[in-house]
């Protein structure tokens, strides 16, 4: 079982930067793929970023290319994901997600952290 905790939300203006954390339970982190998720009022939870589980592979939504990245620590247990320039349509609830290697869909999925950006 893995627990995951995300920090980091919060109020933000148009143009600005949030960095999100996520904090894992899991003894073997490193074995882990992470992922960032969102889902904004009224529509469907989609993808931002994934990482691998040594952090050398990234992918992201075409809609944050150039603007997020993400990285994680596996010394810390901790993905991030740093946002910059961003836009009131990044509002959202964001949501760290975890899976194994071998699964097809994450498996473990953090409470969610609410951003907001006003224009």
């Known amino acids: 079982q893995v627990q995951l905790v995300e920090s980091g939300g919060g109020l933000v203006q148009a143009g600005g930067s949030l960095k999100l954390s996520c904090a894992a339970s899991?003894?073997?982190?490193?074995?882990?793929?992470m992922g960032w998720f969102r889902q904004a009022p009224g529509k469907e939870r989609e993808f931002v970023a994934t990482?691998?589980?040594?952090?050398?592979?990234?992918d992201y939504a075409d809609s944050v290319k150039g603007r997020f990245t993400i990285s994680r620590d596996n010394a810390k247990n901790t993905v991030y994901l740093q946002m910059n320039s961003l836009k009131p349509e990044d509002t959202a609830v964001y949501y760290c997600a975890a899976k194994w290697a071998y699964s097809r869909s994450y498996d473990y999925w953090g409470q969610g952290t609410q951003v907001t950006v006003s224009s």
């Open positions: 990482i691998s589980k040594s952090g050398g592979n990234t």
């Open positions: 899991a003894r073997t982190f490193g074995s882990i793929i």
